[in-house]
T-cell receptor
Framework: GAVVSQHPSRVICKSGTSVKIECRSL??????MFWYRQFPKQSLMLMATSNEGSKATYEQGVEKDKFLINHASLTLSTLTVTSAHPEDSSFYICSANGASGGSSTDTQYFGPGTRLTVL | GDSVTQMEGPVTLSEEAFLTINCTYTATGYPSLFWYVQYPGEGLQLLLKATKADDKGSNKGFEATYRKETTSFHLEKGSVQVSDSAVYFCALRKGAQKLVFGQGTRLTINP
């Protein structure tokens, strides 16, 4: 099946620094990728939709200047948390949909997630 | 707007018990329906899906049937195992639009 990877899987940083998280579709081209945030024991909250070659579409309440998204190619999207603070600590998950072999454009495939801890 | 409602957890069962996790949805049009599973410390994995009314999705012994008349997509498994312990998310999606998730149901299976 389709595979989506994220890097890093865990990151600990100091308050005020920026952190970049990568999301890659390994065996298919993803015209659209999604970034979610998940708080402990809660559901996923969609942060933004990332479209290859164009600006990301942010959900209401998500600060676009704080959570920078770049979808530079059909296999890579990055989320940069700028000037991170402890309240940004969370589990960040990306997903991608696209066409490849037996996979369907109707299915989103999720990355394994990145746990960010801001001290 | 579109929404998904799941039965509240946590759900605790003994091994080999029968499992049902209820899911109902509200949506215009004809959404596709999904069940995702999240094991501890991991991202979401697609468990099964159904794209039209009366379709049955199945995988790893789990089943769910798309019931348009009751707007439901309940997840069932005849005999659960300890390894099924996870959080289960019901979700809907229309075309290429974003997924709409339920709140998740935490399942714990005791030996």
């Amino acid at each position: 099946g389709a595979v989506v990877s994220q890097h890093p899987s865990r990151v600990i940083c100091k308050s005020g620094t920026s952190v970049k998280i990568e999301c890659r579709s390994l065996d298919f081209q993803a015209t659209t990728m999604f970034w979610y945030r998940q708080f402990p024991k809660q559901s996923l909250m969609l942060m933004a939709t990332s479209n290859e070659g164009s600006k990301a579409t942010y959900e209401q309440g998500v600060e676009k200047d704080k959570f920078l998204i770049n979808h530079a190619s059909l296999t890579l999207s990055t989320l940069t948390v700028t000037s991170a603070h402890p309240e940004d600590s969370s589990f960040y998950i990306c997903s991608a949909n696209g066409a490849s072999g037996g996979s369907s454009t109707d299915t989103q495939y999720f990355g394994p997630g990145t746990r960010l801890t801001v001290l | 707007g579109d929404s998904v409602t799941q039965m509240e957890g946590p759900v605790t069962l003994s091994e080999e018990a029968f499992l049902t996790i209820n899911c109902t949805y509200t949506a215009t049009g004809y959404p596709s329906l999904f069940w995702y599973v999240q094991y501890p410390g991991e991202g979401l994995q697609l468990l099964l899906k159904a794209t039209k009314a009366d379709d049955k999705g199945s995988n790893k012994g789990f089943e769910a049937t798309y019931r348009k008349e009751t707007t439901s997509f309940h997840l069932e498994k005849g005999s659960v195992q300890v390894s099924d312990s996870a959080v289960y998310f019901c979700a809907l999606r229309k075309g290429a639009q974003k997924l709409v998730f339920g709140q998740g149901t935490r399942l714990t299976i005791n030996p």
